[in-house]
């Protein structure tokens, strides 16, 4: 069982940057594939980053370069920081564990607005 909580959303300006951030609790973090999602309003789920156990990184187009997701395995702790948020960054952010199955944290509103 791995359990998420996500934390870091919030409020920002076009330009801006924020950090979240996703405890694990789980006895096996060393070997699970993370990830976050995000969820604008109307739209599907889709592909932020992920990192796997061995540091791996994939980025969605929209992201790359702007975004980076990285992971403390001794905090048990994924990280995404966004640096020069877009309006159409605004969603809700979901951390995203794989081990046997696929598990989902309750996520955290971002909003880049003027």
């Known amino acids: 069982q791995v359990q998420l909580v996500e934390s870091g959303g919030g409020g920002v300006q076009p330009g801006g940057s924020l950090r979240l951030s996703c405890a694990a609790s789980?006895?096996?973090?060393?070997?699970?594939?993370m990830g976050w999602y995000r969820q604008a309003p109307g739209k599907q789920r889709e592909l932020v980053a992920t990192i796997t156990s061995g540091g791996s990184t994939n980025y969605a187009d929209s992201v790359k370069a702007r975004f980076t997701i990285s992971r403390d395995n001794a905090k048990k702790t994924v990280y995404l920081e966004m640096n020069s948020l877009k309006p159409e960054d605004t969603a809700v952010y979901y951390c995203y564990a794989r081990w046997t199955t696929n598990y989902w944290g309750q996520g955290t509103q971002v909003t880049v607005s003027s």
């Open positions: 789980t006895t096996v973090f060393n070997l699970l594939t």
